[in-house]
DNA sequence: TTCAAGGTAGACCGGTCATCATATTTTGTC
DNA sequence: GACAAAATATGATGACCGGTCTACCTTGAA
């Protein structure tokens, strides 16, 4: 990785841990340049776009991030209840050890962006559909039609969302656990 | 209602409505002012606690709001599947009239403020458990244990401000949709 | 070593932000 | 009508905002 490669890894990395903790608007760029070390002058030359530039990155890099993991759980697992149990445990996890200032920066930006920039909506509208891709496909080969397995899996995608934002508001992994729970019957396989 | 009291009952609908469409950051005491068509003074005479103290008044009433739609369905509908089906028509209608800016503020707000202020962090605890208390007592009544009832209401709940999100981001009220019917079957009682 | 491309440094800009303070006006009760 | 409480009007404050610009430095390939 050259030098300016790794400079802008910093700024994605830290402005997605920003935007978990604490949302988009109210991360400055300042803060961002700050905490990873970072200068001004190289944001602009790497995000062109500015600061929705960044945040495409961010939602980007954490797309790809999570649809590795969901990918290698489903591959690692023998049943659907089972991957998105042990992606669970992971976010849990994240949650545990971060006080709840860990969250999906994709969610973030959709929440906050998405109106006003349509580049971002789709942006985030795509990382959404590359994580229900593999519950989808896994769905699939549990027996379940097509149109069905995937809105199932989209289904279990918006209650994991869902359940990262309330662990926020109660302080704790909770509402992951209570999803999993949740999910656990639709995502078993009826021979199992 | 006092003069007053409508000033400060127009400021809360405003500031709900922005959260809702651009985040809490985003959203600027100047633009509520402005479309809310109320004055500056009155602001802190009403909010002392000023942007908080709003915040705290929309989360409030969002959940009373959402709390009383919930009951009022869960009374009128033969089962809990039927009652949140009835509750994400009517969240789907809210989405696709508003062109996706409809959202729940309390998620706005437990995403953006609960990790930096602990007021704000229990006031959107308490939205959630208003809103998953009458599913709870709906499927204790369908014949569900205590504790995998109020675990599954909290499941539902999040599976459904997750759908809001993605909403968000797909611009149509498609993951609405695709909640419902991931909930049905383990929302209709057994003997159904 | 040279040199072009890539990357950085840092000052500056106009604008917005939430909050505060105090004088004034309005409201509501007796 | 009197009067106290409620509500409003409005200007000011210091901090922060994202973006721009230009000179300069560093990197990496030939």
Redo the contacts between chains.
Sequence with gaps: MSKGAETRARMIETASRLFQ??????TGLNQILTESGTPRGSMYFHFPQGKAGLAAAVVEAHAAEFAAALEAVVAATPTTADAVEAAIGWLAGQIETTA??A?CP???V???????DPDL?AA??R??ERWAAPLAERLRADGHPAP?AA??A??????????L??C????DA??L???A???R??LTPPDR
């Design positions: 903790a604490q949302g988009y608007a109210a709840c200032r969250g994709v969610t973030v959709a929440l906050e962006v998405a109106n006003d909506r985030t509208r990382a959404y069905a809105s199932l989209r289904g279990a995608v918006a209650a994991l969302e869902g359940a934002v309330m926020r508001a109660f302080g909770g509402p656990r209570d999803v729970a949740t999910l019957p639709l």
